[in-house]
C-alpha cells in the first residue's frame, strides 16, 4: 500500500511540474527579461514567445534600437535554442545559445545558458527581472 501511494504522489509531482513547464512559453510571451545587474540589458520576445531581440546595455541605455534578433525553438516545455538570425558575415555560422527554464517565480526568471561555441564553459546560471 505505502509503495502505491509513493508511486502515485511521484506521478502527480511529475504531472504538475510538466504541466506548470508546459506554461513557460506562455508566460514569455511579450515580455521584456531585463538581466540581473544591468538597467535595460536583456531579452524582447515577440507575442509567440518564438522570436527575440537582444537588447545591449550600452545600446538601450543610449536609446538605440536594437538590430540583434534571434529565432527561438522549443525543445521542451522548458529548454528552448535561440538562433541568430541576421548574417554578421558570410562565412560564419549563426550563434546558437541554449537555455534551461529553472523557474519563473516573483517576477523573476532564472535560466541555466549552457555553452554552445568552442572552447569548455561550465553552465551559467542566469537571472532575469521580468518588465
Given amino acids: 500500500m505505502k509503495i502505491r501511494i509513493l508511486i502515485l504522489m511521484a506521478l502527480l509531482g511529475t504531472l504538475c511540474s510538466t504541466s506548470f513547464a508546459q506554461s513557460y512559453q506562455n508566460q514569455l510571451k511579450n515580455k521584456y527579461l531585463i538581466l540581473n545587474g544591468a538597467s535595460c540589458a536583456g531579452l524582447k ?10 537588447q545591449n546595455e550600452m545600446d538601450c541605455s543610449r536609446g ?19 538562433t ?24 523573476t526568471v532564472t535560466v ?4 554552445t561555441g568552442w572552447g569548455n564553459h561550465k553552465p551559467d546560471l542566469q537571472k532575469f527581472r521580468i518588465q
Wanted: a negative charge; aromatic letters at 14%; proline letters at 9%.
Fill in 112 to 115: 541555466v545558458n549552457y555553452w
Fill in 64 to 82: 538605440d534600437s536594437n538590430t540583434d534578433a534571434w529565432r527561438i525553438t522549443w525543445i521542451t516545455p522548458e529548454i528552448f535554442m535561440m
Fill in 45 to 54: 520576445f515577440n507575442p509567440q514567445a518564438t522570436a527575440a531581440a537582444w
Fill in 84 to 107: 541568430e538570425v541576421i548574417r554578421p558575415n558570410e562565412i560564419s555560422p549563426p550563434r546558437n545559445n541554449l537555455y534551461k527554464i529553472m523557474n519563473i517565480q516573483n517576477g
